[in-house]
C-alpha cells in the first residue's frame, strides 16, 4: 500500500508529480457540502452497501443532515438542537422517515465545523496536514457508527467492550474504507491527515464515560483498518470486528 501512496505522490521517472499543478478551488461551505455528498454518495455508502450485501444482511441507508449556516437540527436520539458550529458531527442511531422512506440513522455534520477542519482546526487543534481528506476520515468514521448500529440491527451480540472500542471501531472501518476505495489515488499528504485527524481526536481522560481512546490508540485503529491485522493483510472489515468487537 505505500507503493500506492508513493505512487500517487511522484511520476513515473520519480519526480514529484504535477497533477496539482492547477489552483486549487476555493474552499468554502458550498464546496465542502459537495465533498460530503459525493464521499458519501459515490463511495463511502456504495463500499458498504456491496460489503453488507455480500455478507446477506439487510439495511436500510442511513440520512444524514448537513447543517448549513443559520440551520439547527433537532436530532432523534437526545432532542437536542444542533447548529451549523456544533464542535463535531455525530451519529444518531434513532430511524427516520422522510418523504415516506425509513432511514437507519442519522449523519449529521456542521458545515462550520467540516470547514474548519479542511481549513486546519481539528478538534479545536491547529493542523498543518489537514485537508479535505480530514472531512472524509470524519464523514466515514461517522458512517462507521452506522455499520455498528446495522450489525446490532441484525442480531449481532454488542461489543464484548462497548464504550471506546466502539470509538476504535469506527475509526478502523474508516481506514477500511480508505484502503479498500482510494488505492491510486491516495496521495502520502491525505494519509498524513487522515492519521493525524485520528490521533487529534483521542483523548487521556481515562477515568471519564466518555473516553474514546487515545490518540495512539485512535491512528493505529484507523491503521488496522487500511492495512490489515497481523493475521490478515488487507482492508477487510473482518479485521475491524476481531479487533475491537469480539476481543
Known amino acids: 500500500m505505500f507503493a500506492v501512496l508513493t505512487a500517487a505522490v511522484l511520476g513515473a521517472g520519480g519526480a514529484a508529480g504535477t497533477a496539482h499543478a492547477d489552483v486549487d478551488p476555493p474552499v468554502d461551505e458550498a464546496s465542502v457540502t459537495a465533498y460530503i455528498e459525493e464521499t458519501i454518495e459515490d463511495s463511502a455508502y456504495p463500499y458498504w452497501d456491496n460489503w453488507l450485501k455480500s455478507q ?5 441507508e442511513p440520512l444524514y443532515k448537513i447543517i448549513q449556516r443559520g440551520e439547527t437540527y433537532e436530532n432523534a436520539c ?7 458550529d456544533i464542535p463535531s458531527a455525530f451519529y444518531c442511531d434513532q430511524d427516520v422517515q422522510q418523504d415516506g422512506v425509513t432511514y437507519e440513522g442519522v449523519l449529521v455534520f456542521p458545515i462550520e465545523t467540516m470547514l474548519a477542519m479542511q481549513l486546519g482546526e481539528v478538534n479545536g487543534q491547529y493542523s498543518e496536514k489537514a485537508g479535505k481528506f480530514t472531512v472524509a476520515t470524519t464523514v466515514t468514521h461517522e458512517m462507521g457508527h452506522w455499520i455498528q448500529d446495522v450489525l446490532v440491527y441484525q442480531g449481532a451480540q454488542p461489543p464484548i467492550k462497548p464504550g471506546k472500542h466502539q470509538e476504535l471501531m469506527a475509526d478502523c472501518f474508516s481506514g477500511v474504507w480508505a484502503g479498500a476505495t ?3 489515488t491516495l496521495t502520502v499528504a491525505d494519509f498524513e491527515a487522515a492519521v493525524e485527524s485520528r490521533e487529534k481526536a483521542g483523548d487521556v481522560e481515562f477515568t471519564d464515560p466518555g473516553h474514546h481512546g487515545t490518540p495512539q ?3 493505529n485503529a484507523w491503521k488496522i483498518g487500511f492495512f490489515g491485522s497481523s493475521n490478515n493483510s488487507g482492508s477487510h472489515p473482518e479485521n475491524c470486528i476481531n479487533e475491537y468487537w469480539r476481543s
Request: charge should be negative; glycine fraction near 12%.
Open 78 to 84: 437526545d432532542g437536542a438542537i444542533s447548529s451549523s
Open 217 to 219: 490508540e485512535r491512528a
Open 182 to 184: 482510494a488505492e491510486g
Open 56 to 60: 446477506q444482511l439487510d439495511q436500510a
